[in-house]
């Protein structure tokens, strides 16, 4: 009897969850399902069926022939692409110099560095803007891909040797030292050291490239000329111009959906471990 | 040999510097120094040739007390604390209830769903600002079909264009973005409990209520107090999301102005009002300290009275 009664209990538990897992999913899909859906229909359909898939009748690539033709949506992206990858390869490389220098190495100011450079983690640099502007006018900067490189590879370092930092303390004193009997210089040991905090360094990846991406405040300031543009800038624009184009409005925010989604969805394995092992850090 | 060795000691090692040397100059240049050069900036003023000319305090006086700048301030740090808040209490509850569930061993597939809720937060600001101006708009009417599936339909309003409503409606709009988030976090820390301790409370006979608030809901304060001190930066710094569906005047009649778009607008101008820089500077200190303020509350209010918890 007792035993029914607490299976019993475990059933009705287990159905409350799903059920609350359900809705949950629901919320987080719906509105994303439903612009992609509807950016394939035409003009009525999305108006009058915005629920329904697209259908052979209804089913239409207007709004796509339209942002191709009207807008620079390629070269946004590769712009995207340089300033994302640029920033990450600066920010993973030199964070992990430092990280290692910081880690490996007992001198004179270590602990005062190590608290310097992690000053950035809690204050958004958002706030030094009005200076970060007049800086990159002076250095000629402004409106090149180089300034959001910049300003984003600096915004991204102090998490970035933080949590480096906590992980190279942990590989194995033997390894550095028997390197060191055979002779090997301080940037031989650094090079082999590396491949070795390997998960280390994708989930810092994931957590500098999304904010990256992402961004509005920089583009708009440092680099809103049509040349340097970047995806979320040029979105942003493109919508708010052709706010009354349904279809158009509807592709092109597929169009700088679906990149992120598609690489979400393929690694969100590796993305999500690197945010756990990251939060447990 | 004996005697070259002090020498040598105090000379700085190069391949130290080496490593250093990049990550800190570029740092201090883009990040360090254009923090104080701001905080400096908001101690002067800009004549008509952009010479810069020392004020004192005269910008914060100004923003303080003129009858123009000061309600923008209040209602833009009030409208602040009502985002802050219903993202304390609505996103962090289900951010968390989330990762309970998903920790409680009653589910399978917990993968997929962790995906699935951390997707939102992969978009930007401007796509989800758009996804959602367009769900809500009374022109496509999906809102208000929805609202009808439970009989709801007279609770449509155009939220966002409507004083009272949408600042809430955007609040929300951004939680349904960060949920992954503090979602994320918790779950961490809620799969880093040993086993031991849940079992050991299951054989007392405590129920999974129980055991989740008695338990486990103690070791994770110090997850908690991180999602709060991140929440409260991020939404104190928040721009993208206000700007992308009302515009830099925050509208209607300013009623959405947070911190962020009242900077935005102060330094940079919008279509009435020319942009000023050191005005712009002095707002940003004024974040600085809200911002500062807060992690202070959390370092020595919240940490370390938590960590005496900690595992």
């Known amino acids: 009897m007792v035993v029914s009664r607490s299976r019993l209990r475990q059933g009705l538990a287990k159905i409350t969850v799903y059920v609350v897992l359900f809705i949950a999913v629901i919320v987080a899909l719906f509105p994303i399902a439903l612009i992609i859906m509807n950016s394939f229909k035409e003009r009525k359909a999305i108006f009058r069926h915005p629920m ?42 030199l964070g992990a110099m430092a990280a290692w220098a910081l880690s490996e190495y007992d001198f004179k100011g270590n602990a005062f560095l190590g608290i310097y450079l992690a000053l950035g983690i809690m204050i958004p640099i958002r706030l030094g803007t009005v200076s970060i502007l007049r800086l990159m006018v002076k250095l000629n900067l402004v409106n090149t891909l180089w300034s959001l490189i910049l300003v984003y590879t600096a915004m991204g370092l102090p998490l970035t040797i933080f949590i480096l930092t906590s992980f190279m303390k942990q590989v194995p004193k033997e390894l550095k030292e028997a390197a060191r009997l055979d002779g090997a210089s301080e940037y031989r040991i650094f090079w082999m050291i590396l491949p070795l905090v390997r998960p280390a360094i994708a989930t810092v990846a994931v957590f500098t490239m999304i904010p990256i991406w992402n961004d509005l405040w920089f583009p708009l300031i440092l680099a809103p000329g049509e040349k340097t543009k970047t995806v979320t800038l040029g979105a942003q624009q493109f919508l708010g111009q052709f706010v009354s184009d349904w279809n158009a409005v509807l592709s092109s925010l597929t169009l700088a959906m679906v990149p992120i989604l598609i690489i979400y969805i393929l690694f969100s394995r590796q993305i999500i471990r690197g945010l756990t092992a990251g939060a447990v850090k | 040999m004996a005697t070259i060795r002090p020498k040598r000691k105090r000379k700085f090692p190069t391949h130290i510097l080496v490593f250093l040397a990049p990550a800190t100059i570029l740092y201090t240049l883009f990040m360090i120094y254009p923090l104080f050069d701001s905080m400096r900036l908001s101690f002067f003023s800009l004549d008509k040739q952009g010479n810069e000319f020392f004020v004192g305090l005269q910008n914060y006086i100004t923003l303080f ?30 951010g968390l209830l989330l990762a309970a569930i998903l920790t409680s061993r009653l589910v399978r597939g917990v993968g997929f769903f962790r995906t699935t809720f951390f997707m939102p937060t992969m978009l930007s600001f401007v796509i989800v600002g758009f996804i959602w101006e367009l769900i809500l708009s009374p022109l496509w009417g999906v809102a208000k079909d929805i609202l009808g599936v439970f009989g709801l339909e007279h609770l449509y309003a155009p939220w966002l264009g409507l004083e009272g409503p949408a600042l809430i409606a955007l609040s929300f709009i951004s939680v349904w973005q960060f949920i992954g988030i503090p979602m994320m976090l918790f779950y961490a820390a809620l799969i880093g409990i040993p086993d031991e301790l849940i079992e050991a409370a299951t054989v007392d006979g405590a129920s999974g209520w129980k055991i989740f608030w008695k338990v486990k809901f103690p070791l994770i304060l110090p997850t908690v107090g991180i999602v709060a001190i991140l929440t409260y930066v991020g939404n104190f710094n928040a721009f993208d999301l206000i700007y992308t569906t009302q515009g830099a005047l925050a509208g209607p009649n300013f009623s959405t102005d947070i911190m962020g778009t009242f900077f935005y607008r102060t330094f940079f101008g919008q279509q009435l009002q020319l942009g000023n820089p050191t005005m712009g500077a002095t707002v940003a200190t004024v974040m600085f300290l809200i911002i500062l303020a807060g992690v202070l509350v959390y370092m020595y209010g919240f940490q370390r009275r938590v960590d005496t918890y900690e595992l």
């Open chain 2, 65 to 94: 007390t003129n009858e123009l700048w000061w309600p923008r301030l209040w209602g833009a740090f009030k409208h602040n604390v009502i985002f802050f808040l219903i993202h304390m209490v609505v996103q962090n509850s289900i």
């Open chain 1, 52 to 93: 329904t898939p697209p259908l052979p009748d209804t089913f239409s690539l207007i709004g796509y022939e339209k942002v191709i033709e009207r807008s620079n949506f390629g070269l946004y992206f590769a712009n995207s692409l340089i300033v994302t990858l640029g920033s990450m390869f600066l920010i993973l490389f």
